[in-house]
C-alpha cells in the first residue's frame, strides 16, 4: 500500500507503540486524520507535556511532577517500610489498592543476564543506602512473579538481610508467570498480607 | 468424536477425493506409495492443523499447485463440526470451524487424535533428546502446570547459562549465581516429580495394554533415570540438585552450560526387568513403544479427555498373527475411531467380536470404498 509520505510516517511513529501492529497504526493514523487540528494538536501536546513535566523521583524512581515525589515527601506515610517493585508502573498499581501506606523504591528492571541487566543496571545502590539511612525495618519485595522477577527478589533478599532488615516477598495468589500490572486490587490487597518472610 | 468424511483437493498425492469413514474401524489397504499415509497425514492435518511427518506446509501441496484444501466434518453426539483448513502459497494457512474462521494457535487440541507410525520405535532405539521431548509433550498435555513450570525452567536455565558464558574466564560472584541455581532447583524438582508421577501411572495404563498384545507372557516396567543422583530419596531430591549444581560448577563455567538438571534426564523401559532399547527384539520394541502410545491415550482419557481417533499406519505388518489379532480385538472394543494402513492382508479380522469396520483399497492416489469380497 503506498502513502502519501506524512501519512507513511505517522504510521510508522504510531507501529512503536507496545501491541501495535501496522493494521491498527493505519486505523489510528486516519483515526487522527478525522479529527480538528485543535484535538491533533491536544493529543500531541498531552505527549510533550508529560514528557517534559515528568521525571524520575531522585530518591524512589517513580515517575513524578515534583521533586521529591508526593510518596517520599509525604510524612503520614510509614516511614520503615519499603516496597520494592520492577517499574515505574507498577506504584500506581499497588497505589490503587488503597491498602499499601509504606514508601517505594523502583528497581527500573529484573536481573536478567540474557538482557544484560546485572545488579549495575538496577537502582540498588540508591536502595541499599536509604534502608540504611532512613531506618527502614522491613522491605517488601514486590517485583513480577516470573522467573527474573523471583530472581531478583532472591538477590535482593541475600544482599539485605545481613542488613538486619525483615525482607518479605509478597506472592499469594499473584498469577504465576504474569505481570504485577495484571493482577487486580482484590488479589493485589491478599498478596500484600499474605506476603511470606523471605 | 468421529471424522464421518473427508474432502482433499491438492493434497500430497491426491487431486481430488472425497470419503466418507465408518465411526469405528476404517482399514486403508494397498500397496506402498499409494497414499494411505497421506490419508492419515490429511485426517491429523484436519485435526491439529499440522503435519506429523514436516513443518513445512509446502511439502503438502501437490506438485505443480499452489495450494492444497482439506474439509472433513466431524460428529460427536448430536453435534457436528466442519473443519475446513487450506494452505496457499505463499499467504499461508486458514482454518475454518463450522464456517467461522479461527486461528490456528485456538485450533491446537480441539480434535484429539494420536499417531502411531512405524518411526515411533525411535523413542526406544535412539538416544535420550526424544525420550525428553516425549515427556515434555505428554507432561504439558495431562497437566498446565507442568508447561508453565518446563517454560519457567528452560529460562532459568538459559539465564543461568549466559551467565556462566560471560564469566568463562573469570571469577564469579555467588550471589549473582545463587538466585538462578534457587529458580533452577525449585522448577527443576517440581518437574521431576511431575515426570515420576506421570511415569508411574503410564507404566500402570501401558503395563494392561502390553499384557494384552503378548497375552499376559512378557511384563513391561518403566524407569525415571534422573541426571541428579537422589539415591532413591525423592525427599532429598532438592538438597541434592542443589549439591550437585555446586559441585560441577567449576566444571560448568569452562563449558558454559549447566551439566545436571531435568534437562538432562532419561527414562528407560524394561521388558521381563531387562532393558529394552539393549536386550528387547524389534518385535517386543515394537510391542512396547506401542503399548506406552496406548497408555499415554488410556491417561490423556483419564484426565477428562475425549476418547481421541486412533491413526496406526503400517503397525500390523510388524506384528505376528497373535498380536495382530490382540490390537485388532482391542480396537475393536474400544469407543473411538481408528484408521488403520496396512499393505498386507490382516488375517483372522473378520473373526473380532463386532464387525465393525469399512475396508477402503488406496491406489495411485485414488481411494475406493471396496466391499469385504475385494479384500
Ligand atoms: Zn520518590
Redesign the pocket.
Same mark, same amino acid.
Not at chain 2, 121 to 144: D, M, Q, T, V, Y
Not at chain 2, 189 to 213: C, V
Given at each position: 500500500m503506498i502513502f502519501p509520505q506524512p501519512l507513511q510516517a505517522l504510521v510508522e511513529s504510531l507501529c512503536r507503540f507496545p501491541g501495535i501492529g501496522p493494521k491498527t497504526a493505519q486505523r489510528m493514523a486516519f483515526f487522527l486524520l478525522g479529527l480538528s487540528r485543535e484535538e491533533v494538536v491536544g493529543i500531541a501536546r498531552a505527549m510533550v507535556e508529560a514528557k517534559d513535566k515528568l521525571r524520575f =523521583?531522585?530518591? =524512589?524512581? =517513580?515517575l513524578?511532577e515534583e521533586e521529591?515525589?508526593r510518596?517520599?515527601s509525604d510524612q503520614s506515610r510509614i516511614q520503615n517500610v519499603l516496597c520494592v517493585v520492577q517499574e515505574p508502573r507498577d506504584v500506581f498499581v499497588l497505589e490503587r489498592t488503597g491498602q499499601y501506606r509504606g514508601l517505594?523504591h523502583v528497581l527500573h528492571g529484573a536481573l536478567s543476564p540474557l538482557d544484560g541487566i546485572g545488579p549495575e543496571e538496577l537502582r540498588l545502590p540508591l536502595l541499599f543506602k536509604r534502608i540504611s539511612r532512613q531506618g527502614i525495618t522491613e522491605v517488601i519485595i514486590a517485583t513480577n512473579p516470573n522467573v527474573e522477577g523471583d530472581a531478583t527478589a532472591a538477590y535482593l533478599a541475600r544482599m539485605i538481610k545481613p542488613m538486619g532488615v525483615k525482607v518479605t516477598r509478597i506472592a499469594f495468589g499473584l498469577p504465576v508467570g504474569g505481570d504485577l500490572e495484571y493482577a487486580d486490587d482484590l488479589t493485589l490487597s491478599r498478596a500484600l498480607e499474605g506476603r511470606r518472610e523471605m | 468424536m468421529y471424522l464421518e468424511n473427508i474432502s482433499l483437493k491438492n493434497f500430497r498425492n491426491y487431486s481430488v477425493q472425497t470419503v466418507s469413514f465408518h465411526p469405528d474401524i476404517n482399514i486403508l489397504f494397498g500397496s506402498n506409495a499409494q497414499g494411505k499415509t497421506n490419508l492419515l497425514e490429511a485426517i491429523y492435518y484436519l485435526c491439529t492443523s499440522r503435519s506429523f511427518r514436516t513443518n513445512n506446509d509446502q511439502e503438502l501441496i501437490k506438485k505443480g499447485s499452489n495450494f492444497f484444501f482439506i474439509k472433513g466434518s466431524f460428529r460427536r453426539n448430536e453435534s457436528n463440526y466442519l473443519v475446513e483448513t487450506g494452505y496457499q502459497y505463499p499467504q499461508g494457512v486458514k482454518i475454518k470451524l463450522n464456517s467461522k474462521e479461527i486461528k490456528r494457535s485456538a485450533f491446537i487440541h480441539q480434535i484429539p487424535v494420536v499417531i502411531f507410525c512405524p518411526e515411533d520405535i525411535l523413542l526406544l532405539k535412539e538416544g535420550p533428546a526424544l525420550r525428553r521431548r516425549f515427556l515434555n509433550l505428554e507432561g504439558s498435555r495431562l497437566n498446565p502446570l507442568y508447561y508453565t513450570n518446563f517454560k519457567d525452567y528452560f529460562r532459568a536455565l538459559q539465564q543461568r547459562n549466559r551467565l556462566l558464558k560471560e564469566h568463562r574466564h573469570g571469577i564469579l560472584d555467588p550471589a549473582l549465581l545463587e538466585p538462578w541455581d534457587q529458580e533452577l532447583v525449585k522448577l527443576g524438582a517440581a518437574i521431576i516429580r511431575m515426570r515420576i508421577a506421570m511415569l508411574k501411572d503410564l507404566e500402570q495404563q501401558s503395563f494392561i495394554f502390553f499384557n494384552l498384545l503378548t497375552g499376559a507372557l512378557e511384563s513391561l516396567s518403566i524407569m525415571y533415570q534422573s541426571s541428579i543422583d537422589y539415591q532413591d530419596h525423592l525427599e532429598h531430591l532438592e538438597d541434592s540438585f542443589r549439591l550437585q549444581l555446586k559441585k560441577n560448577l567449576a566444571l560448568d563455567q569452562k563449558r558454559g552450560y549447566t551439566s545436571v538438571g531435568p534437562h538432562l534426564d532419561d527414562f528407560s523401559v524394561a521388558i521381563n526387568g531387562l532393558d529394552a532399547r539393549k536386550f528387547a527384539s524389534q518385535g517386543q520394541q515394537r510391542t512396547a513403544v506401542l503399548a506406552l502410545k496406548m497408555g499415554e491415550l488410556a491417561l490423556f482419557k483419564q484426565a477428562g479427555g475425549a476418547e481421541p481417533i486412533v491413526l496406526l499406519d503400517d503397525v500390523f505388518s510388524e506384528f505376528d498373527q497373535r498380536r495382530q489379532q490382540h490390537l485388532f480385538t482391542y480396537l475393536s472394543e474400544r469407543d473411538g475411531q481408528s484408521f488403520i494402513t496396512t499393505a498386507v492382508k490382516i488375517k483372522h479380522f473378520e473373526t473380532g467380536p463386532k464387525k465393525r469396520f469399512n475396508i477402503f483399497t488406496v491406489c495411485k492416489g485414488k481411494i475406493d470404498a471396496g466391499s469385504r469380497l475385494d479384500y
Amino acid at each position: 500500500m503506498i502513502f502519501p509520505q506524512p501519512l507513511q510516517a505517522l504510521v510508522e511513529s504510531l507501529c512503536r507503540f507496545p501491541g501495535i501492529g501496522p493494521k491498527t497504526a493505519q486505523r489510528m493514523a486516519f483515526f487522527l486524520l478525522g479529527l480538528s487540528r485543535e484535538e491533533v494538536v491536544g493529543i500531541a501536546r498531552a505527549m510533550v507535556e508529560a514528557k517534559d513535566k515528568l521525571r524520575f =523521583c531522585s530518591s =524512589c524512581g =517513580c515517575l513524578t511532577e515534583e521533586e521529591p515525589c508526593r510518596y517520599c515527601s509525604d510524612q503520614s506515610r510509614i516511614q520503615n517500610v519499603l516496597c520494592v517493585v520492577q517499574e515505574p508502573r507498577d506504584v500506581f498499581v499497588l497505589e490503587r489498592t488503597g491498602q499499601y501506606r509504606g514508601l517505594y523504591h523502583v528497581l527500573h528492571g529484573a536481573l536478567s543476564p540474557l538482557d544484560g541487566i546485572g545488579p549495575e543496571e538496577l537502582r540498588l545502590p540508591l536502595l541499599f543506602k536509604r534502608i540504611s539511612r532512613q531506618g527502614i525495618t522491613e522491605v517488601i519485595i514486590a517485583t513480577n512473579p516470573n522467573v527474573e522477577g523471583d530472581a531478583t527478589a532472591a538477590y535482593l533478599a541475600r544482599m539485605i538481610k545481613p542488613m538486619g532488615v525483615k525482607v518479605t516477598r509478597i506472592a499469594f495468589g499473584l498469577p504465576v508467570g504474569g505481570d504485577l500490572e495484571y493482577a487486580d486490587d482484590l488479589t493485589l490487597s491478599r498478596a500484600l498480607e499474605g506476603r511470606r518472610e523471605m | 468424536m468421529y471424522l464421518e468424511n473427508i474432502s482433499l483437493k491438492n493434497f500430497r498425492n491426491y487431486s481430488v477425493q472425497t470419503v466418507s469413514f465408518h465411526p469405528d474401524i476404517n482399514i486403508l489397504f494397498g500397496s506402498n506409495a499409494q497414499g494411505k499415509t497421506n490419508l492419515l497425514e490429511a485426517i491429523y492435518y484436519l485435526c491439529t492443523s499440522r503435519s506429523f511427518r514436516t513443518n513445512n506446509d509446502q511439502e503438502l501441496i501437490k506438485k505443480g499447485s499452489n495450494f492444497f484444501f482439506i474439509k472433513g466434518s466431524f460428529r460427536r453426539n448430536e453435534s457436528n463440526y466442519l473443519v475446513e483448513t487450506g494452505y496457499q502459497y505463499p499467504q499461508g494457512v486458514k482454518i475454518k470451524l463450522n464456517s467461522k474462521e479461527i486461528k490456528r494457535s485456538a485450533f491446537i487440541h480441539q480434535i484429539p487424535v494420536v499417531i502411531f507410525c512405524p518411526e515411533d520405535i525411535l523413542l526406544l532405539k535412539e538416544g535420550p533428546a526424544l525420550r525428553r521431548r516425549f515427556l515434555n509433550l505428554e507432561g504439558s498435555r495431562l497437566n498446565p502446570l507442568y508447561y508453565t513450570n518446563f517454560k519457567d525452567y528452560f529460562r532459568a536455565l538459559q539465564q543461568r547459562n549466559r551467565l556462566l558464558k560471560e564469566h568463562r574466564h573469570g571469577i564469579l560472584d555467588p550471589a549473582l549465581l545463587e538466585p538462578w541455581d534457587q529458580e533452577l532447583v525449585k522448577l527443576g524438582a517440581a518437574i521431576i516429580r511431575m515426570r515420576i508421577a506421570m511415569l508411574k501411572d503410564l507404566e500402570q495404563q501401558s503395563f494392561i495394554f502390553f499384557n494384552l498384545l503378548t497375552g499376559a507372557l512378557e511384563s513391561l516396567s518403566i524407569m525415571y533415570q534422573s541426571s541428579i543422583d537422589y539415591q532413591d530419596h525423592l525427599e532429598h531430591l532438592e538438597d541434592s540438585f542443589r549439591l550437585q549444581l555446586k559441585k560441577n560448577l567449576a566444571l560448568d563455567q569452562k563449558r558454559g552450560y549447566t551439566s545436571v538438571g531435568p534437562h538432562l534426564d532419561d527414562f528407560s523401559v524394561a521388558i521381563n526387568g531387562l532393558d529394552a532399547r539393549k536386550f528387547a527384539s524389534q518385535g517386543q520394541q515394537r510391542t512396547a513403544v506401542l503399548a506406552l502410545k496406548m497408555g499415554e491415550l488410556a491417561l490423556f482419557k483419564q484426565a477428562g479427555g475425549a476418547e481421541p481417533i486412533v491413526l496406526l499406519d503400517d503397525v500390523f505388518s510388524e506384528f505376528d498373527q497373535r498380536r495382530q489379532q490382540h490390537l485388532f480385538t482391542y480396537l475393536s472394543e474400544r469407543d473411538g475411531q481408528s484408521f488403520i494402513t496396512t499393505a498386507v492382508k490382516i488375517k483372522h479380522f473378520e473373526t473380532g467380536p463386532k464387525k465393525r469396520f469399512n475396508i477402503f483399497t488406496v491406489c495411485k492416489g485414488k481411494i475406493d470404498a471396496g466391499s469385504r469380497l475385494d479384500y
